[in-house]
C-alpha cells in the first residue's frame, strides 16, 4: 500500500486500526505494551539508539519545558529534535528539528517508508502498533535520519509502559506529580508518584534526574528510585531556586540560582509563576548537560527563553477587539495555577469561561474552581482524535450535572460557543477564557485563526 497526500496519511493514522484506549489498563505479568513498541522499533532498525536524547515527564508543565530546553539546545548551535503529545492543531507538531515542523510531503514519505514495518506487526504475536506508537517512532526515524544531536522527548503518559522508556536518555527531567490519569495510574498522588517514577529505577547510571517536585513524600520515592539506578537527582528548591519573580501580560522575569552561578533578569515570553519554574529545570537541564558535552552560555540562554513560543499556554489574542486567553490546563493543579494567575493579571474583567473536559480527567473539580474564579461560563463539547482514542470529550449533558449557575450555558457546538461568549463579552465588556482541555484549545485555535481574525497583543 502506498498513501498519496497528507490528508490520506492522516487518514490512515487516525483509522480505528489504530486508534484505540490506552494498554495501560490490560497489562499484566504476562502482558507488556512495551514490548510490541520494542519489537516495532526493530522493525525500524532501533532508531531510538542512532541519537542522544533528554526525556521529560511529569504531570504538568512537561510540554513547555520540552518546548523550552529544545529552544535552548537550538539556540547553542545543536540540530535538536523535539516531539510532545498530544499535538495542538497538527501532527507535524510531533516531529520537530530546530524548532521547525516536518513538511506535509517529508511526512508522508516518513509514513510510507514505516508502512511495511507496519503491515508486518499484523502478522506478530504483539498485533498492530497504536497511533502514539506510530506517532513516536516517526519522530525516532525521523531524528536518526536527519543525524540530530540531541532530541526532547516529552513522556507520553507516565509510568512503566510509556514508549518513551526505550530511551537511554543522557537526563531524565520530572516536572512534578499530582493527580491526572487516575483510572490509569492510580488513584492517589502516591500511587501516581510510583507508576511515575518506575523509569528512574533503570536509567543509567551516567544519567541525571532533575525535578521540579517539591512534596517531601513524592522526593522520598523519587531518591528511592534514583538509589536503586544509582543516578544523581537535583531538587528544584534545594540545588536550584528562583528569585525576584514578576509577571505581567507580556511575559515573566525572574533570577535563576544554583549552587554555583546566578543569571538575574531573565526575561521569558511566557506567562505565569509554573511557567518560571518550568523554565528553571530546563535552565538546570542544559546547564547538567555542559558536564556531558554541550556548550552554551548565560547570554544563549536568556536570548532562547525571551524569543520561545508555545500556543495554547496562557496565550493571550485579540478577537474581534476582545481579549480571549486560550490554556490547556486539564488537571486540578494546572488549572489552579492558571486560574490564580488569571486572577492576577485581570482582577477587574469579567470573566467568560468556555470550557471542555477531556473523558479520564477530574472534570467535576475541575468546574468547581472555575466557578469559584468565573462570572459566566459556557460548557461545551468538542470531537477529536487523541492518544488514547477518539471523541473522548466528557458531553455537554455529563457536564450540565457540575454546573449549578444562573450565570452557566452549554453550546452542543464550539461555533455557538464561540458566538455566546463573544456576545457576552461584548455586553459586559469582559474577556473571554478557554480552558480545560488541550484538544478544545487546539479546535477552538484552529476554528477563530479559519473563520475569524486572531491577532497578537500588542
Same mark, same amino acid.
Given at each position: 500500500?502506498?498513501?498519496?497526500?497528507?490528508?490520506?496519511?492522516?487518514?490512515?493514522?487516525?483509522?480505528?486500526?489504530?486508534?484505540?484506549p490506552?494498554?495501560?489498563?490490560?497489562?499484566?505479568?504476562?502482558?507488556n505494551?512495551?514490548?510490541?513498541?520494542?519489537?516495532?522499533?526493530?522493525l525500524?532498525?532501533?532508531?531510538?539508539?542512532?541519537?542522544?536524547?533528554?526525556?521529560v515527564?511529569?504531570?504538568?508543565?512537561?510540554?513547555?519545558?520540552?518546548i523550552?530546553?529544545?529552544?535552548?539546545?537550538?539556540?547553542?548551535?545543536?540540530?535538536?529534535g523535539?516531539?510532545?503529545?498530544?499535538?495542538?492543531?497538527?501532527?507535524?507538531?510531533?516531529?520537530?528539528?530546530?524548532?521547525?515542523?516536518?513538511?506535509?510531503?517529508?511526512?508522508?514519505?516518513?509514513?510510507?517508508?514505516?508502512?511495511?514495518?507496519?503491515?508486518?506487526?499484523?502478522?506478530?504475536?504483539?498485533?498492530?502498533?497504536?497511533?502514539?506508537?506510530?506517532?513516536?517512532?516517526?519522530?525516532?526515524?525521523?531524528?536518526?535520519?536527519?543525524?540530530?544531536?540531541?532530541?526532547?522527548?516529552?513522556?507520553?503518559?507516565?509510568?512503566?509502559?510509556?514508549?518513551?522508556?526505550?530511551?537511554?536518555?543522557?537526563?531524565?527531567?520530572?516536572?512534578?506529580?499530582?493527580?491526572?490519569?487516575?483510572?490509569?495510574?492510580?488513584?492517589?498522588?502516591?500511587?501516581?508518584?510510583?507508576?511515575?517514577?518506575?523509569?528512574?529505577?533503570?536509567?543509567?547510571?551516567?544519567?541525571?534526574?532533575?525535578?521540579?517536585?517539591?512534596?517531601?513524600? $513524592?522526593? #522520598?520515592?523519587?531518591q &528511592?528510585?534514583?538509589? =536503586?539506578?544509582? *543516578? @544523581?537527582? %537535583?531538587?528544584?528548591?534545594?540545588?536550584? +531556586?528562583?528569585?525576584?519573580?514578576?509577571?505581567?501580560?507580556?511575559?515573566?522575569?525572574?533570577?535563576?540560582?544554583?549552587?554555583?552561578?546566578?543569571?538575574?533578569?531573565?526575561?521569558?515570553?511566557? $506567562?505565569? #509563576?509554573?511557567?518560571? &519554574?518550568?523554565?528553571? =529545570?530546563?535552565? *538546570? @537541564?542544559? %546547564?547538567?548537560?555542559?558536564?556531558?558535552? +554541550?556548550?552554551?552560555?548565560?547570554?544563549?540562554?536568556?536570548?532562547?527563553?525571551?524569543?520561545?513560543?508555545?500556543?495554547?499556554?496562557?496565550?493571550?489574542?485579540?478577537?474581534?477587539?476582545?481579549? $480571549?486567553?486560550?490554556?490547556?490546563?486539564?488537571?486540578?493543579?494546572?488549572?489552579?495555577?492558571?486560574l490564580?494567575?488569571?486572577?492576577?493579571?485581570?482582577?477587574?474583567?469579567?470573566?467568560?469561561f468556555?470550557?471542555?473536559?477531556?473523558?479520564?480527567?477530574?472534570?467535576?473539580?475541575?468546574?468547581?474552581?472555575?466557578?469559584?474564579?468565573?462570572?459566566? $461560563?459556557?460548557?461545551?463539547?468538542?470531537?477529536?482524535?487523541?492518544?488514547?482514542?477518539?471523541?473522548?470529550?466528557?458531553?455537554?449533558?455529563?457536564?450540565?450535572?457540575?454546573?449549578?449557575s444562573?450565570?452557566?450555558?452549554?453550546?452542543?457546538?464550539?461555533?455557538?460557543?464561540?458566538?455566546?461568549?463573544?456576545?457576552?463579552?461584548?455586553?459586559?465588556?469582559?474577556?473571554?477564557?478557554?480552558?480545560?482541555?488541550?484538544?478544545?484549545?487546539?479546535?477552538?485555535?484552529?476554528?477563530?485563526?479559519s473563520?475569524?481574525?486572531?491577532k497578537?497583543?500588542?
Amino acid at each position: 500500500m502506498r498513501l498519496g497526500s497528507f490528508a490520506e496519511t492522516i487518514s490512515y493514522l487516525e483509522s480505528d486500526l489504530f486508534i484505540r484506549p490506552s494498554d495501560f489498563e490490560s497489562a499484566s505479568k504476562d502482558k507488556n505494551p512495551l514490548d510490541r513498541f520494542i519489537y516495532f522499533l526493530s522493525l525500524l532498525d532501533n532508531p531510538q539508539k542512532k541519537f542522544k536524547s533528554v526525556v521529560v515527564s511529569g504531570t504538568s508543565g512537561k510540554g513547555s519545558t520540552t518546548i523550552m530546553l529544545a529552544s535552548m539546545l537550538t539556540k547553542a548551535g545543536y540540530k535538536t529534535g523535539q516531539t510532545i503529545s498530544p499535538h495542538l492543531e497538527k501532527v507535524t507538531e510531533r516531529l520537530v528539528i530546530n524548532n521547525t515542523q516536518i513538511s506535509d510531503n517529508n511526512f508522508v514519505v516518513l509514513i510510507n517508508s514505516m508502512v511495511p514495518a507496519i503491515e508486518k506487526m499484523k502478522e506478530s504475536i504483539f498485533g498492530l502498533p497504536s497511533y502514539f506508537e506510530i506517532l513516536l517512532a516517526a519522530a525516532f526515524v525521523y531524528f536518526a535520519s536527519e543525524k540530530v544531536d540531541i532530541a526532547v522527548v516529552e513522556v507520553g503518559l507516565e509510568g512503566k509502559y510509556d514508549g518513551t522508556n526505550v530511551l537511554e536518555p543522557l537526563a531524565f527531567v520530572l516536572t512534578n506529580i499530582s493527580l491526572d490519569h487516575t483510572t490509569i495510574l492510580g488513584e492517589t498522588v502516591e500511587k501516581i508518584a510510583q507508576e511515575a517514577t518506575d523509569r528512574i529505577s533503570y536509567l543509567p547510571k551516567e544519567s541525571i534526574v532533575i525535578t521540579g517536585e517539591t512534596d517531601a513524600n $513524592i522526593k #522520598k520515592i523519587i531518591q &528511592e528510585k534514583c538509589s =536503586l539506578s544509582q *543516578t @544523581t537527582c %537535583l531538587y528544584y528548591e534545594k540545588d536550584f +531556586f528562583v528569585e525576584d519573580e514578576k509577571i505581567n501580560k507580556k511575559g515573566s522575569l525572574f533570577t535563576y540560582k544554583n549552587q554555583e552561578i546566578t543569571f538575574y533578569n531573565i526575561a521569558l515570553s511566557l $506567562i505565569g #509563576k509554573y511557567q518560571i &519554574e518550568n523554565a528553571a =529545570l530546563a535552565v *538546570t @537541564t542544559i %546547564l547538567q548537560l555542559k558536564r556531558k558535552g +554541550f556548550k552554551t552560555s548565560e547570554l544563549l540562554i536568556k536570548h532562547a527563553l525571551k524569543l520561545v513560543s508555545i500556543p495554547g499556554r496562557f496565550e493571550i489574542r485579540k478577537w474581534q477587539n476582545k481579549t $480571549i486567553i486560550l490554556d490547556g490546563a486539564h488537571n486540578i493543579a494546572k488549572m489552579q495555577s492558571f486560574l490564580q494567575e488569571i486572577t492576577n493579571l485581570f482582577p477587574k474583567e469579567k470573566k467568560i469561561f468556555i470550557v471542555a473536559f477531556t473523558k479520564g480527567h477530574d472534570a467535576k473539580n475541575m468546574m468547581t474552581q472555575i466557578a469559584k474564579k468565573a462570572d459566566f $461560563i459556557i460548557a461545551t463539547e468538542y470531537s477529536a482524535t487523541t492518544d488514547l482514542g477518539k471523541n473522548r470529550s466528557v458531553s455537554v449533558a455529563a457536564l450540565q450535572q457540575f454546573i449549578h449557575s444562573q450565570y452557566a450555558f452549554t453550546a452542543i457546538s464550539l461555533e455557538e460557543a464561540v458566538e455566546k461568549a463573544y456576545a457576552i463579552a461584548k455586553q459586559q465588556n469582559g474577556i473571554i477564557v478557554v480552558t480545560g482541555s488541550l484538544y478544545l484549545v487546539g479546535k477552538l485555535r484552529e476554528y477563530l485563526y479559519s473563520v475569524h481574525s486572531l491577532k497578537q497583543t500588542e
